[in-house]
């Protein structure tokens, strides 16, 4: 018996019974479909974290405030004041590193915002110029922060695209006066990007010189130092120094985290790496279910077949023969739905990411490759039994239908 004829008697018999030959398809294409789909959403998340890191610039230092508990009895403890807390200077003597390329310190807070009897209240942002371009925003109209520095803080501001709606109307809000709390500043500039920046939305912020918001929200204390290395091989060096600038401002004790952008991006690739991989073993379960639904089936149609199995023993078919047939319609069976679960998983991925564009629910090229060779390989492996019973049948016996 050769190939092609191997491959005829398969498909003549798939077509012949074609009630279990669509439950098995539907069966193995369900297992193929939920792993692409599966490895699709952890993909989708992979991409979503890492985009979110890359818009807020490349080669970020972040300095956070606190860290594990540190020796007590220095003079910082006997006058009150924490030593955890980053100050403005402290951003401010970051400037001695010169591999660092912006420093961008950071308050965040909440105050009402009044024009011309018109108020909301806005989430503040205190920085420096640095921010807009650590950020990479852009503006729509005027300028961001000019003329301040860390050490200078003129009363001026950029509000978000939803600010000047609410609050300026039709009225241009360049060079007009914003009341913010108990401060006043001069709109100088609109910010045309969108999105959100530190989880706040970019069109409903105002954003004033760091020194005046420190003043407005009555503390001295920053929410983080962003810095920008020049180069991404400055990091690890950067690092260092920065631990050991603040540690000797703050009386040599290590209260301060540093983060750099690309631990973290690496870190969160690691994670959905895992839990993409972790999503599609267990999607591959129902593999196995609809390998193990093959083997029933197709242990059932031996005895249904007893007859055609000993007419083809009667002929001369050999054992291995009769083996290979067998397994030839489990493989045809699973690596057909294998190839139909491929083609609805891809189809509804797509179908997502035509309509929701933002959303990278695309999966990954060895999904698709895995899912394929499980397919076949739970095929081969549960047709395997089947395939050897309906081999070791007498003819004689099975010609007279088992009796």
């Not at 105050?111 to 110029?129: K, L, M, N, Q, Y």
């Not at 035509?354 to 492996?381: D, M, R």
């Amino acid at each position: 018996m050769h190939f092609f004829d191997l491959l005829f008697l398969a498909v003549s018999t798939l077509i012949r019974y074609p009630l279990r030959t669509m439950m098995l398809l539907i069966a193995t294409s369900i297992g193929v479909m939920a792993v692409i789909l599966l490895t699709a959403v952890g993909e989708g998340a992979r991409d979503y974290i890492t985009s979110e890191f890359k818009d807020l610039g490349t080669n970020l230092i972040i300095v956070i405030p606190g860290k594990n508990e540190t020796s007590g009895g220095g003079p910082a403890d006997f006058a009150g004041s924490s030593p955890r807390d980053l100050t403005v200077e402290d951003a401010i003597s970051l400037r001695q590193i010169n591999t660092i390329r912006n420093i961008a310190p950071i308050v965040i807070g909440e105050a009402p915002a009044s024009f011309g009897g018109f108020e909301r209240d806005v989430p503040v942002i205190g920085t420096t110029p640095s921010f807009l371009r650590v950020r990479r925003w852009e503006m729509r109209e005027g300028l961001f922060l000019p003329g301040v520095t860390l050490d200078r803080s003129p009363p001026v501001c950029a509000i978000g695209k939803e600010v000047e709606s609410e609050l300026f109307g039709k009225s241009r809000a360049i060079g007009q006066w914003l009341r913010v709390g108990d401060r006043r500043c001069r709109v100088t500039g609109i910010i045309g990007s969108e999105g959100r920046a530190i989880g706040i939305d970019v069109q409903k912020i105002v954003v004033m010189p760091v020194s005046l918001a420190t003043a407005l929200f009555n503390r001295p204390s920053l929410f983080r130092i962003i810095a920008e290395a020049r180069n991404s091989i400055f990091s690890d060096q950067i690092e260092k120094d920065i631990i050991s600038i603040i540690k000797k401002r703050h009386q040599g004790k290590e209260d301060i985290t540093v983060v750099k952008q690309d631990t973290v991006m690496s870190s969160f690739d690691n994670i959905f790496n895992t839990l993409t991989m972790a999503l599609a073993a267990i999607a591959s379960i129902s593999l196995f279910v609809a390998g193990i639904l093959i083997m029933n089936v197709m242990l059932v149609a031996v005895s249904q077949r007893q007859s055609e199995i000993g007419l083809l023993k009667a002929v001369g078919a050999k054992n291995h023969q009769i083996t290979n047939l067998f397994l030839t319609e489990a493989i045809l069976l699973s690596g057909s739905g294998a190839i139909l679960g491929l083609i609805l998983g891809h189809s509804i991925t797509q179908s997502i990411h035509a309509i929701f564009p933002a959303y990278n629910l695309l999966p990954p090229t060895w999904a698709s490759v895995v899912s394929l060779l499980v397919a076949l390989g739970c095929g081969a492996l549960f047709g395997l039994l089947p395939a050897r019973r309906a081999a070791k049948l007498d003819p004689v016996i099975a010609l007279s239908g088992g009796k």
